[in-house]
């Protein structure tokens, strides 16, 4: 516990088998009172590595999505009586050690939510092994978001994220099931009026580390510019969304 907050570290893994006990041993020892992990119906042996390791393991018996795995985490994390819960990603691309400074801020109730930026030093990500187009497109797409949100963040694409209790109790379940759901959370939090917080993190692109490709990626961003859309047509009064429906 931290301030009294429950914390679960949440791991929504899928083909992780290589480097999920990598990623175990990395979480800061005395930070997380639970660490659970849902396994969206990997190919090969993450299952039986998660239990062999004692991790709390959820399985999808068909393969729900990256949004619909962390729709499980997060349902699964308030069953089990969560204050915060901070999600790591399993393929050990985002590094664990940045896990206690993520939590401070939402402990302290000085943030609803705080992310793992690889962009607030734009160079760490370069570093880290980002290909040189995700980059640009992560600064184009992260413009595009500030000027309709008019927030203020240096990138909405991190899996690296801590959130409250609150925001676990939006309407998560009406989001999507696919990678835009990390955006679509941002908006039910904007349109809340939850307070988002960010800190700089270093990364690393490997071989095992999970990256979807340039056409899924394309796909992202479409979709991306579909939520921003309904942002607009909200806020001018023209269209309500049930999922965006949280004040």
């Known amino acids: 516990m931290l301030n009294g907050k429950k914390i679960i570290v949440v791991l929504p893994a899928y083909n992780a088998e290589k480097t999920l006990e990598r990623t175990l041993n990395a979480i800061p020892k005395g930070f997380a009172d639970d660490i659970i992990l849902v396994d969206d119906c990997s190919r090969d042996k993450t299952v039986e590595v998660s239990r062999k390791l004692g991790i709390k393991t959820f399985v999808h018996e068909k393969n729900l999505g990256y949004g619909g795995n962390q729709k499980t985490c997060y349902r699964e994390s308030l069953k089990l009586g969560a204050d915060i819960a901070i999600m790591v990603h399993p393929d050990f691309q985002y590094d664990p050690t940045f896990i206690p ?35 640009l497109a992560n600064i184009f797409l992260t413009k595009v978001e ?102």
């Open 101 to 135: 400074q993520m939590l401070e801020p939402v402990a302290k109730g000085e943030a609803d939510a705080v992310f793992g930026s690889r962009m607030k030093i734009p160079q760490n990500a370069l570093k880290g092994g980002m290909p040189y187009w995700k980059f």
């Open 146 to 247: 500030n000027f309709i949100l008019g927030m203020n963040l240096s990138e909405y694409h991190s899996g690296f994220r801590a959130y409250s209790k609150k925001v676990m109790q939006l309407p998560l379940e009406l989001n999507s099931d696919d990678f835009v759901f990390d955006t679509e959370i941002i908006v039910q939090m904007k349109v809340a009026g939850m307070k988002i917080n960010e800190i700089p993190i270093s990364t690393r692109y490997f071989p095992e580390a999970s990256m979807i490709g340039f056409i899924r990626s394309s796909q992202y961003g479409l979709a991306i510019l579909g939520v921003l859309k309904k942002y607009i047509l909200l806020k001018l009064g023209l269209k309500k969304y049930e999922q965006f429906n949280v004040k």
